[in-house]
């Protein structure tokens, strides 16, 4: 089993990423994205169900990130737009069998990817 995060980068606040994260070894399972940003805890980011069929988001991404699911590649992707410095963290990606906004039910982890915003 393999979760290969990628996508991160520097950018300007307001700008966009997208992070993608390929899974090899797994079929039919939850994804979901955390981030951790220095001196911080592992937080949620958003998750989505098998063949995209649910979908949540933290309270923070106010509409700013989008998760989505394409099951032909195994690859799950979090469109995040409107950046601000506060997003500056290392992102995460997951995958479990049940969509949790918690860390504990994700079985597998991604290696991260670094995402910095400039003010």
């Known amino acids: 089993v393999q979760l290969q995060a990628s996508g991160g980068g520097l950018v300007q606040a307001g700008g966009s990423l997208r992070l993608s994260c390929a899974a090899s070894g797994l079929t039919s399972v939850v994804m979901g994205w955390f981030r951790q940003s220095p001196g911080g805890e592992r937080e949620f980011v958003a998750a989505i169900g098998p063949f995209g069929g649910a979908a949540f988001y933290s309270d923070s991404d106010s509409g700013r990130f989008t998760i989505s699911i394409d099951n032909a590649k195994n690859t799950v992707y979090l469109q995040m737009n409107s950046l601000k410095p506060e997003d500056t963290a290392i992102y995460y990606c997951?995958?479990?069998?049940?969509?949790?906004?918690?860390?504990?039910?994700?079985?597998?982890w991604g290696q991260g990817t670094q995402v910095t915003v400039s003010s």
């Open positions: 997951a995958a479990g069998r049940v969509l949790a906004r918690t860390a504990r039910p994700y079985d597998y």
